[in-house]
């Protein structure tokens, strides 16, 4: 099941780092069983996981379930799979490579 816990779990490198800009906000919509959208912001060095989507964001990262699930994992590359149309990101980029990155490490 994907939670908010799950989402700030991908990101827990992100809150040591500045690799993320103050007032970001990054949309994760998950389709299929257990989906749903929650919205990673950036707040005074800190990040905050929270369900739904503000009026405006910075990037939307839209897949399935299973599709984020691999890639919190390591298993998807963000970019191979936008080619293969699995994931659809709208917006900057950048920052969805920035998380991937730091929550790699």
């Given at each position: 099941?994907?939670?908010?816990?799950?989402?700030?779990?991908?990101?827990?490198?992100?809150?040591?780092?500045?690799d993320?800009?103050?007032?970001?906000?990054?949309?994760?919509?998950?389709?299929?069983?257990?989906?749903?959208?929650?919205?990673?912001?950036?707040?005074?060095?800190?990040?905050?996981?929270?369900?739904?989507?503000?009026?405006?964001?910075?990037?939307?990262?839209?897949?399935?379930?299973?599709?984020?699930?691999?890639?919190?994992?390591?298993?998807?590359?963000?970019?191979?799979?936008?080619?293969?149309?699995?994931?659809?990101?709208e917006?900057?980029?950048?920052?969805?490579?920035?998380?991937?990155?730091?929550?790699?490490?």
């Amino acid at each position: 099941m994907v939670t908010a816990g799950r989402i700030a779990e991908l990101v827990r490198d992100v809150q040591h780092t500045s690799d993320l800009p103050d007032g970001v906000a990054i949309t994760f919509r998950l389709d299929g069983e257990d989906g749903g959208v929650w919205t990673l912001v950036m707040e005074s060095g800190r990040v905050a996981v929270r369900f739904g989507e503000p009026e405006a964001v910075d990037c939307r990262f839209s897949c399935s379930v299973e599709d984020f699930t691999a890639w919190c994992c390591g298993d998807l590359d963000p970019i191979l799979a936008h080619v293969e149309r699995r994931v659809h990101i709208e917006g900057d980029v950048g920052l969805i490579l920035r998380i991937r990155r730091s929550g790699s490490t």
